[in-house]
T-cell receptor
């Protein structure tokens, strides 16, 4: 099992550019979560999917953020246009339905820097 | 909204000694799950230990154990025989026992292990 795979590991972009973060969940997991980690706000849930369907996107900060899950093995988080305050570590995590007590498996995160 | 509070931003311990990290939470549920995650400098989020609220017995994983006080809504982590590799940020987290699989995190405690 390769775990949750995120790419890229680091991303540096200029303000105003579009940024796309990618995630491949663990095979067979049917829940996928996107979290953002900053020093000020800690770990915040942005959005989560169940069986590729967005269930709760109340954590998405604004319309510049969007997330998709076109199939069970791939998800993207897009920021357009990016701003310096979007600089953070973005984590993807996956979980298996019926086993929330087992917690989530996290990817290694993408460190985004917007200059 | 659920809240998870870690009142100790930083803690330090001597190698081979024992340290306890504190966590309290707010909930009106009777069934839920609690977790401790470790985040070393590599930033990978690693599940350390989990506790199911309906179980009165405290969870133990090798040198890691918890003190779960349901009435007090307290969930502390004890690390025995501390090792240099235990140095990391530790996050307490909670999710619901129902269909809400959102995981809410505390702000974290930075643990330093002194040789």
């Amino acid at each position: 099992d390769a775990g949750v795979i995120q790419s890229p590991r680091h991303e540096v972009t200029e303000m105003g550019q579009e940024v796309t973060l990618r995630c491949k969940p663990i095979s067979g997991h049917d829940y996928l979560f996107w979290y953002r980690q900053t020093m000020m706000r800690g770990l915040e849930l942005l959005i989560y999917f169940n069986n590729n369907v967005p269930i709760d996107d109340s954590g998405m900060p604004e319309d510049r953020f969007s997330a998709k899950m076109p199939n069970a093995s791939f998800s993207t988080l897009k920021i357009q246009p990016s701003e310096p305050r979007d600089s953070a570590v973005y984590f993807c995590a996956s979980s298996l339905m019926g086993r929330p007590n087992y917690g989530y498996t996290f990817g290694s995160g993408t460190r985004l820097t917007v200059v | 909204a659920q809240t998870v509070t870690q009142s100790q931003p930083e803690m330090s311990v001597q190698e081979a000694e024992t340290v306890t990290l504190s966590c309290t939470y707010d909930t009106s549920e009777s069934d839920y799950y609690l977790f401790w995650y470790k985040q070393p400098p590599s930033r990978q989020m690693i599940l350390v230990i989990r506790q199911e609220a309906y179980k009165q017995q405290n969870a133990t994983e090798n040198r890691f154990s918890v003190n779960f006080q349901k009435a007090a809504k307290s969930f502390s982590l004890k690390i025995s025989d501390s090792q240099l590799g235990d140095a990391a940020m530790y996050f307490c987290a909670k999710n619901s026992g129902g269909s809400n699989y959102k995981l809410t995190f505390g702000k974290g405690t930075l643990l330093t292990v002194n040789p």
